[in-house]
């Protein structure tokens, strides 16, 4: 168990490009969810996946934002036509679903984004 | 919907002595968890203690203890014996329905001075 994984950790761009993020969760961890956190708040809710199904999506995840878990595994998010209101903290977290209780979520260390 | 309410933005302690911090929920839902996590400057989120909702016997771990009133939604968290690695953002959480989303307060920033 290595622990969930984001990559990169920090990343800046440039207003209007694209920027893709990846989340590698623990290890059959079949539920993996994305939050994002701006400075001094608490994190917000973005979008989780059961397995490789998409299945809630905030209303904070505007189309600019997809989010994609093909084979079940790693996660991407990718940040289409970047806006500086995008500068924020992208937090990946997963949890297992095959035992019943209240396993909390396990985070990885986030990837920070500066949108200048 | 479900909401978080942490009230103290910032608070301090000296090292050795014990705080405790305030959180309030709501939610329509019977069958819920609650949670606070620690996310140190720089460093990511980690779990501090869980409280189940159907247990009245308040959750405690090592130095780490809640004081949960479910009538009252409160989940506050007492750190007893607080140490300078405690400085950190703490974060009341909640989940509850099918998809078990947390739902988070804005935080509480607690520095301990040596």
């Known amino acids: 168990d290595t622990g969930v994984s984001q990559d990169p950790r920090h990343k800046i761009t440039k207003r209007g490009q694209n920027v893709t993020f990846r989340c590698d969760p623990i290890s059959e961890h079949n539920r993996l969810y994305w939050y994002r956190q701006t400075l001094g708040q608490g994190p917000e809710f973005l979008t989780y996946?059961?397995?490789?199904?998409?299945?809630?999506k905030s209303r904070l995840l505007s189309d600019r934002f997809s989010a994609e878990r093909p084979k079940g595994s790693f996660s991407t998010l990718e940040i289409q036509r970047t806006e500086q209101g995008d500068s924020a903290m992208y937090l990946c977290?997963?949890?297992?679903?095959?035992?019943?209780?209240?396993?909390?979520?396990?985070f990885g260390p986030g990837t920070r984004l500066t949108v200048t | 919907a479900q909401t978080v309410t942490q009230s103290q933005p910032e608070m301090s302690v000296q090292e050795a002595e014990t705080v405790t911090l305030s959180c309030t929920y709501d939610t329509s839902e019977n069958n819920y968890y609650l949670f606070w996590y620690k996310q140190p400057p720089s460093r990511q989120m980690i779990l501090v203690i869980r409280q189940e909702a159907y247990k009245q016997q308040n959750a405690t771990e090592n130095r780490f203890s809640v004081n949960f009133q479910k009538a009252a939604k409160s989940f506050s968290l007492k750190i007893s014996d607080s140490q300078l690695g405690d400085t950190a953002m703490y974060f009341c959480?909640?989940?509850?329905?099918?998809?078990?989303?947390?739902?988070w307060g804005l935080g509480t920033s607690l520095a301990v001075n040596p």
């Open positions: 959480a909640c989940n509850a329905g099918n998809n078990r989303k947390l739902i």
């Open positions: 996946f059961q397995n490789e199904a998409q299945l809630e």
């Open positions: 977290a997963s949890r297992p679903t095959w035992l019943a209780g209240p396993y909390e979520q396990y």
